[in-house]
């Protein structure tokens, strides 16, 4: 497979199962993208790929909301510790071999899915916010740069906020708009990013946009919980393999 034009019907699938996760949980598309991109192509080219829906996507969820100007004002530490961190971060991604990359996705993978089925129950006083927040941002932010992979720590600390569902399903297309933003911003400063993965990234907006609205008809005919299980567990597996790669 050619790392800058991969399959077509490779790319939509993979775009359709993520915007279907997406729709029925809320978040998950850049996750599942890289996840299920990363087993065939270099974690580098599956970030650049990602960009467009990822961006399109989580602005709808962002505006969507009923109190973006509000999270703003509150999270804007967080927010800049994500762009930082990831901006910086993507050296990594872009030039590090892709089968130590591609280790670090796994890990990444492993990681998050491993937390979300535990499901710790975990509480964070808002006295802390101020000091914790560009923390969590600087962190999730390296992570972000050096996998593509935009939920660790970020998604646990904002649950742990105890923000109502609307809010924080409004602070997560925040968190990942801009992790999205800086991600591209990184890959083109080193390289990593070109005018014929835009045009790849920009064909996935149908397929991903298709997937979230059947994962919204569905979601209310399944069970949400049943498909989160086995979403963590195809998460957890793929995150094993890309893992275990470079030792074998």
Same mark, same amino acid.
């Not at 034009?5 to 699938?13: A, G, R």
């Not at 996998?147 to 409004?170: M, N």
């Given at each position: #497979?050619?790392?800058?034009?991969?399959?077509?019907?490779?790319?939509?699938?993979?775009?359709?199962?993520? %915007?279907? /996760?997406?729709?029925?949980?809320?978040?998950?598309?850049?996750?599942?993208? #890289?996840?299920?991109?990363?087993?065939?192509?270099?974690?580098?080219?599956?970030?650049?790929?990602?960009? +467009?829906?990822?961006?399109?996507?989580?602005?709808?969820?962002? /505006?969507?909301?009923?109190?973006? /100007?509000?999270?703003? !004002? !509150?999270?804007?530490?967080?927010?800049?510790? @994500?762009?930082?961190?990831?901006?910086?971060?993507?050296?990594?991604? =872009?030039?590090?071999?892709?089968?130590?990359?591609?280790?670090?996705?796994?890990? =990444?993978?492993?990681?998050?899915? %491993?937390?979300?089925? *535990?499901?710790?129950?975990?509480?964070? $006083?808002?006295?802390?916010?101020?000091?914790?927040?560009? +923390?969590?941002?600087?962190?999730? %932010?390296?992570?972000?740069? =050096?996998?593509?992979?935009? +939920?660790?720590? =970020?998604?646990?600390?904002? &649950?742990?906020?105890?923000?109502?569902?609307?809010?924080?399903? &409004?602070?997560? %297309?925040?968190?990942?708009?801009?992790?999205?933003?800086?991600?591209?911003?990184?890959?083109?400063?080193?390289?990593?990013?070109?005018?014929? &993965?835009?045009? *790849?990234?920009?064909?996935?907006?149908?397929?991903?946009?298709?997937? #979230?609205?059947?994962? &919204?008809?569905?979601?209310?005919? @399944?069970? $949400?919980?049943?498909? !989160?299980?086995?979403?963590? #567990?195809?998460?957890?597996?793929?995150?094993?393999? *890309?893992?275990? !790669?470079?030792?074998?």
């Amino acid at each position: #497979m050619n790392e800058l034009t991969p399959d077509l019907l490779l790319l939509f699938s993979t775009f359709l199962f993520a %915007g279907l /996760v997406k729709g029925v949980t809320g978040m998950g598309l850049p996750t599942v993208a #890289m996840a299920v991109l990363g087993t065939f192509i270099s974690p580098a080219t599956a970030a650049a790929l990602l960009v +467009v829906p990822s961006l399109v996507t989580n602005v709808w969820q962002l /505006v969507a909301g009923p109190n973006a /100007v509000g999270l703003v !004002r !509150r999270f804007w530490p967080l927010m800049l510790g @994500i762009t930082l961190g990831t901006f910086f971060g993507t050296a990594l991604l =872009a030039e590090v071999d892709p089968t130590w990359s591609g280790l670090g996705l796994g890990i =990444a993978l492993f990681a998050y899915a %491993g937390y979300a089925l *535990l499901s710790p129950a975990l509480t964070i $006083p808002a006295r802390s916010e101020p000091w914790l927040s560009p +923390v969590i941002g600087v962190v999730t %932010g390296g992570i972000t740069g =050096a996998t593509g992979v935009f +939920v660790i720590p =970020a998604v646990p600390y904002l &649950q742990s906020l105890r923000l109502d569902k609307d809010e924080l399903v &409004q602070a997560l %297309g925040l968190s990942f708009t801009v992790s999205t933003l800086a991600l591209a911003a990184g890959l083109a400063t080193h390289g990593a990013l070109r005018m014929e &993965q835009l045009g *790849l990234s920009s064909l996935a907006i149908v397929p991903a946009l298709a997937g #979230m609205w059947l994962g &919204q008809a569905v979601r209310n005919r @399944i069970s $949400p919980r049943g498909f !989160r299980l086995c979403f963590l #567990m195809f998460l957890l597996l793929l995150g094993l393999e *890309l893992a275990s !790669r470079p030792f074998f």
